[in-house]
């Protein structure tokens, strides 16, 4: 697929079909990654994938999302949420975000070893580990889209932060930017009705 059909085709899903990625298409999606630019060079980027299904479970222990509309509505008010797709794209995703886990063909917890403390940044030139790793997730993203395997990334709250070190015994010196969940798409998995933007009215020629 060419690489532009790629990045369009890309969208992010929470209902997986129930089929397994074969292994070397894993690889090769995850060395796309590995081939992000990296802000010091070395790339020190771990993935961990979790197959085993209680494994799974203990880890996504710590998500407990509503499940019933009216609750999901209710913490979406909270949010004050001025756009209906935004709205809508939450209403939809935030019963989702255990089952989500627990259902697609590859979990993999992506990890990156922090040059500092990314907590308490110095300059926003410290969170340059933080922004490439974030490449790299991207980079997978697009190659898993060319092979027609869609997923979600999802962020680790504070609780679930420690709970990850803990279970999967990642070392201290590396952090987890996001769970990201992997797989075939389900019949019903639909993307999130998008946002329309003008490339042409986000961009400044010499001045904002
Ligand atoms: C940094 C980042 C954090 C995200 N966090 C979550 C999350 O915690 N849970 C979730 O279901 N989706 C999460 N998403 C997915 C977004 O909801 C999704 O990308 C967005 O709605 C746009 O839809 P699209 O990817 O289909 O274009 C995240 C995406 C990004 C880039």
């Known amino acids: 697929m060419e690489v532009y059909e ?13 089929k397994a990625i074969p292994p070397q ?13 990296s802000n010091d060079h070395l790339r020190r980027w771990e993935f961990i994938l979790v197959e085993d299904r209680q494994q799974r479970e203990k880890l996504v222990s710590k998500i407990h999302p509503p499940q019933t509309q009216k609750g999901t509505a209710a913490l979406v008010k909270r949010m004050q949420l001025n756009d209906d797709n935004q709205q809508e794209m939450y209403q939809r995703a935030i019963p989702k975000q255990q089952s989500m886990l627990l259902d697609a063909a590859l979990l993999v917890i992506p990890c990156f070893r922090p040059s500092g403390d ?12 933080f922004a490439s790793i974030w490449c790299c997730v991207e980079n997978i993203l697009i190659a898993a889209a060319s092979e027609g395997i869609f997923g979600v990334t999802r962020i680790p709250f504070e609780p679930e932060r420690a709970h990850l070190h803990k279970v999967l015994h990642i070392p201290a010196e590396y952090e987890v930017p996001c769970y990201l969940a992997l797989g075939y798409p389900a019949e019903s998995a639909k993307r999130a009705r998008q946002i329309p933007i003008e490339t042409s009215a986000r961009i400044h020629q010499n001045t904002w």
């Open 118 to 129: 990314l907590l308490q940044p110095e300059t926003l030139s410290s969170l340059n580990c």
């Open 6 to 18: 790629a990045i369009s085709k890309r969208m992010t899903i929470r209902d997986f079909a129930q």
């Open 25 to 37: 298409i894993t690889e090769r999606i995850l060395s796309a990654g590995l081939q992000a630019p």
